[in-house]
């Protein structure tokens, strides 16, 4: 074979080979691409590629004004990746002596050269997650270390590394916390109260970044961004809920009573404008560790006789004007003794007087007289009148009612009696709100509500109505007896204490004795008492139901009228200053011609005692010192108490003139802007709360 057909030979076979590789390789890039494709792409994006949730900013609760009740605020740990792409040895030693400045000049708790140490140590260790400080900072400190030496290049030069956590605030404190409620951080989910009950309105929607390696660095790009949680709005008065709060903190600590709660509801609407829950410490202090409104069901006590005269008066089985034997303090059912908290007993007395006195004899012989033979027929009424459901508030929580029923293992020969009376019955306190919140809404009974709206960046987006739950408790005829005998019981009866001359209350005042489990009602020496109060105002116009119950008071004290009532009565004198409506309503009564003395204003007593002198008014005056009074029109005289002004709290000028308003704010330190002529009607700064800076004050006459 010559030497050129050899080469040709071996030339082909390479050629062949190299053809034949070439083919290898092709239909290998054709089978990665086609038919492993998402194999690799899967592959690769696991290794290449990260995706991370990135959490959406929680909404707000809100009061019934805007104000905030609860609310995240972010906060930011910071570190240093000493490893940055573009962070060179020969910069960082530069620039290590101003950073570290800075950072001493900031947190304040170690020395420059501390800090400048600690730096290069992190440095040199190649640290990627070099925790700068322990201590976590506010935005606004954050836009500050954002710009410190070395920092500023951000984190692929820099080493700059601000991680965000989110620390849910309640910006007043205690107030309503336990109703606004908490979350589990762990998992960024409400747990009680409205956090829980709203949470997947508030916690918006999670987003997505992608993290990918490109050309060796580490790059974030955002896939889906995250949607902001939506606000609720709640009913909550945040003013009126502060003033809730004192009250009955004062009166709980007075009495070292163990626990107490207050609400305070709107009558139309049911908005819940107030509801404080407190219980003592172990330092003797109270705080908000349960909700007792919503959770606690107690024997409520003589509150309840309102529902059972109310069963006795639909069968009209008696009238207030019948009369009962209340005997002489002491009555027997079986052996067992009923007594009345007036020990000589109040003998034959009307219906009426047997509700004002609050005779646990007198009900329960009503009830047990007329019924005894179908107790079913009395415990029907009561079931109609929907005491033994929950009303689904929509706070997780509420306790369920509970009433004895004949034929039950618990029925006996006294369960009727002393049911009829708050025993062997089981409600919580904002259960038995929302029954008397029927009577003073003409009959209607409407769910409490919590919640009237959710809003989103501003703009609100959805409103909740209010629920009737009930559209008639009673007949109007019943309903008219039942409202004489609520207003009885403060004109005339057991809570006389809650009387005033501005407005009319009405309501009914408990005191029922706690069993303590198995041991029953123990004897005197081990006696524990719920006191309670509950009731409606302006009792001829009602705008506002409240309750207030005392558990367990300690100090001898233990009477509902005293013990709650004197709370009901602080939160509704708050609520009558500042409500316009309740106001006017008086003001109208007071202009009507059958009244024969003239309108008159607060102000300087001295000016008017000279001004009723001279038209011969007839006074009652109440006053002892004090430069300053409060007038009532009595009809066919005035009557002159007192009105205290207080150095460093903003007075009360509601009801005076321009000239006497016009003095007292400015000599309290405030400005002052006016409308309107003739009294006073409305302060922008409630009476009673501290002056602070140079605060300007609104006033409205009319």
């Given at each position: 074979?010559?030497?050129?057909?050899?080469i040709?030979?071996k030339?082909?076979?390479v050629?062949?080979?190299?053809?034949?590789?070439?083919f290898?390789?092709?239909?290998?890039?054709?089978?990665?691409?086609?038919?492993?494709?998402?194999?690799?792409?899967?592959?690769?994006?696991?290794?290449?590629s990260k995706?991370i949730?990135?959490?959406?900013?929680?909404?707000?609760?809100?009061?019934?004004?805007?104000?905030?009740?609860?609310?995240?605020?972010?906060?930011?740990?910071?570190?240093?990746?000493?490893?940055?792409d573009?962070?060179?040895?020969?910069y960082?030693?530069?620039?290590v002596?101003?950073?570290?400045y800075?950072?001493s000049?900031?947190?304040?708790?170690?020395?420059?050269?501390?800090?400048k140490?600690?730096?290069?140590?992190?440095?040199?260790?190649?640290?990627?997650?070099?925790?700068?400080?322990?201590?976590?900072?506010?935005?606004?400190?954050l836009?500050?270390?954002?710009?410190?030496?070395?920092?500023?290049?951000?984190?692929?030069?820099?080493?700059?590394?601000?991680?965000?956590?989110?620390?849910?605030?309640?910006?007043?404190?205690e107030?309503?916390?336990?109703?606004i409620?908490?979350?589990?951080?762990?998992?960024?989910?409400?747990?009680?109260?409205?956090?829980?009950?709203?949470?997947d309105?508030?916690?918006?929607?999670?987003?997505?970044s992608?993290?990918?390696?490109?050309?060796?660095?580490?790059?974030?790009?955002?896939?889906?961004?995250?949607?902001?949680?939506?606000?609720?709005?709640?009913?909550?008065?945040?003013?009126?809920?502060?003033?809730?709060?004192?009250?009955?903190?004062?009166?709980?600590?007075?009495?070292?009573?163990?626990?107490?709660?207050?609400?305070?509801?709107?009558?139309?609407?049911?908005?819940?404008?107030?509801?404080?829950?407190l219980?003592?410490t172990?330092?003797?202090?109270?705080?908000?560790?349960y909700?007792f409104?919503?959770?606690?069901?107690?024997?409520?006590?003589?509150?309840?006789?309102?529902a059972?005269?109310?069963?006795?008066?639909?069968d009209?089985?008696?009238?207030?004007?019948?009369?009962?034997?209340?005997?002489?303090?002491?009555?027997?059912y079986?052996?067992?003794?009923?007594?009345?908290?007036?020990e000589?007993g109040?003998?034959?007395?009307?219906?009426l007087d047997?509700f004002?006195?609050?005779?646990n004899?007198?009900?329960?012989?009503i009830?047990?007289y007329?019924?005894?033979?179908?107790?079913?027929?009395?415990?029907?009424?009561?079931?109609?009148?929907?005491?033994?459901?929950?009303?689904?508030?929509?706070?997780?929580?509420?306790?369920?009612?509970?009433?004895?029923?004949?034929g039950?293992?618990?029925?006996?020969?006294?369960?009727?009696?002393?049911?009829?009376?708050?025993?062997?019955?089981?409600?919580?306190?904002?259960q038995?709100l929302?029954?008397?919140?029927?009577?003073?809404?003409?009959?209607?009974?409407?769910?409490?509500?919590?919640?009237?709206?959710?809003?989103?960046?501003?703009e609100?987006?959805k409103k909740?109505?209010?629920?009737?739950?009930?559209?008639?408790?009673?007949?109007?005829?019943?309903?008219?007896?039942v409202?004489?005998?609520?207003?009885?019981?403060v004109?005339?009866?057991?809570?006389s204490?809650?009387?005033?001359?501005?407005?009319?209350?009405?309501?009914k005042?408990?005191?029922?004795?706690?069993?303590?489990g198995?041991?029953?009602?123990?004897?005197?020496?081990?006696?524990?008492?719920?006191?309670?109060?509950?009731?409606y105002f302006p009792?001829?116009?009602?705008?506002?139901?409240?309750?207030?119950?005392?558990?367990?008071?300690?100090?001898?004290?233990?009477?509902?009228n005293?013990?709650?009532?004197?709370?009901?009565r602080?939160?509704a004198?708050?609520?009558?200053?500042?409500?316009?409506?309740?106001?006017?309503?008086?003001?109208?009564?007071?202009?009507?011609?059958?009244?024969?003395?003239?309108?008159?204003?607060?102000?300087?007593?001295?000016?008017?005692?000279?001004?009723?002198?001279?038209?011969?008014?007839?006074?009652?005056?109440?006053?002892?010192?004090?430069?300053?009074?409060?007038t009532?029109?009595?009809?066919?005289?005035?009557?002159?108490?007192?009105?205290?002004?207080?150095?460093?709290?903003?007075p009360?000028?509601?009801?005076m003139?321009?000239?006497?308003?016009?003095?007292?704010?400015?000599?309290a330190?405030?400005?002052?802007r006016?409308?309107?002529?003739?009294?006073?009607?409305?302060?922008?700064?409630?009476?009673?709360?501290?002056?602070?800076?140079?605060?300007?004050?609104?006033?409205?006459?009319?």
């Amino acid at each position: 074979m010559s030497i050129k057909k050899e080469i040709v030979r071996k030339i082909v076979v390479v050629y062949i080979m190299v053809l034949l590789l070439a083919f290898a390789i092709v239909g290998r890039i054709l089978q990665l691409q086609f038919v492993e494709g998402d194999k690799w792409k899967k592959l690769q994006v696991g290794e290449n590629s990260k995706q991370i949730a990135v959490p959406a900013n929680r909404g707000d609760i809100l009061a019934c004004d805007g104000r905030m009740l609860a609310s995240s605020i972010p906060n930011y740990s910071i570190h240093m990746d000493f490893r940055a792409d573009g962070l060179t040895y020969k910069y960082f030693i530069q620039h290590v002596d101003s950073l570290a400045y800075q950072l001493s000049g900031f947190f304040r708790d170690a020395s420059k050269p501390d800090y400048k140490k600690r730096l290069i140590s992190g440095f040199e260790s190649g640290n990627r997650y070099f925790r700068i400080n322990r201590r976590r900072v506010s935005f606004t400190e954050l836009q500050k270390i954002e710009k410190f030496s070395i920092f500023r290049l951000g984190q692929n030069k820099g080493g700059f590394i601000a991680t965000q956590y989110d620390t849910r605030k309640l910006p007043f404190g205690e107030l309503a916390a336990r109703t606004i409620g908490k979350l589990n951080y762990e998992k960024t989910r409400g747990i009680v109260g409205l956090e829980n009950a709203y949470n997947d309105v508030l916690e918006g929607e999670e987003g997505v970044s992608l993290t990918k390696t490109i050309s060796g660095k580490r790059m974030k790009v955002n896939v889906v961004e995250p949607t902001d949680g939506k606000d609720v709005v709640t009913t909550i008065d945040i003013d009126l809920q502060d003033v809730a709060e004192t009250a009955l903190y004062a009166q709980l600590q007075k009495n070292a009573a163990h626990h107490g709660s207050a609400i305070l509801m709107e009558v139309k609407t049911g908005d819940i404008k107030a509801i404080a829950n407190l219980e003592r410490t172990s330092d003797g202090s109270y705080s908000e560790t349960y909700n007792f409104a919503i959770g606690e069901a107690t024997e409520p006590g003589s509150t309840f006789k309102l529902a059972s005269l109310i069963v006795a008066l639909e069968d009209g089985v008696i009238d207030l004007t019948d009369t009962v034997d209340t005997e002489h303090g002491v009555y027997y059912y079986y052996g067992v003794p009923m007594r009345d908290s007036h020990e000589e007993g109040y003998g034959r007395i009307s219906v009426l007087d047997v509700f004002e006195k609050s005779s646990n004899i007198g009900v329960s012989k009503i009830i047990y007289y007329n019924y005894k033979n179908d107790p079913k027929r009395f415990v029907d009424r009561l079931l109609e009148m929907r005491l033994d459901q929950k009303l689904d508030i929509g706070i997780a929580g509420e306790a369920q009612p509970y009433i004895a029923y004949p034929g039950n293992s618990t029925w006996s020969g006294t369960s009727l009696p002393w049911m009829s009376i708050g025993y062997e019955i089981k409600l919580a306190p904002i259960q038995t709100l929302a029954f008397y919140n029927a009577i003073a809404n003409d009959g209607e009974m409407v769910k409490p509500r919590f919640v009237k709206g959710i809003s989103y960046h501003g703009e609100m987006i959805k409103k909740y109505d209010t629920e009737v739950l009930n559209s008639s408790i009673c007949s109007r005829q019943t309903l008219k007896k039942v409202k004489q005998m609520l207003e009885g019981v403060v004109d005339n009866g057991t809570a006389s204490n809650l009387k005033n001359l501005h407005y009319k209350i009405a309501g009914k005042t408990g005191t029922a004795q706690i069993a303590q489990g198995t041991k029953g009602y123990i004897g005197e020496s081990g006696k524990q008492y719920y006191a309670s109060f509950c009731g409606y105002f302006p009792a001829d116009n009602p705008k506002y139901t409240c309750i207030v119950t005392v558990n367990s008071p300690t100090r001898s004290v233990f009477y509902g009228n005293v013990l709650a009532g004197n709370v009901f009565r602080e939160i509704a004198d708050k609520v009558y200053v500042q409500n316009v409506d309740i106001q006017k309503h008086e003001e109208e009564k007071e202009l009507n011609p059958e009244y024969k003395v003239p309108v008159t204003l607060d102000g300087n007593k001295k000016e008017l005692m000279t001004l009723f002198s001279k038209l011969q008014v007839n006074i009652k005056d109440e006053t002892r010192e004090g430069d300053w009074a409060h007038t009532y029109n009595k009809g066919d005289h005035i009557e002159v108490k007192p009105l205290s002004i207080i150095d460093g709290l903003v007075p009360n000028v509601l009801g005076m003139g321009a000239k006497d308003a016009l003095f007292l704010l400015e000599n309290a330190g405030l400005s002052v802007r006016m409308s309107g002529v003739g009294r006073v009607v409305e302060q922008s700064i409630s009476p009673g709360s501290r002056i602070t800076g140079h605060s300007t004050i609104y006033i409205r006459l009319r």
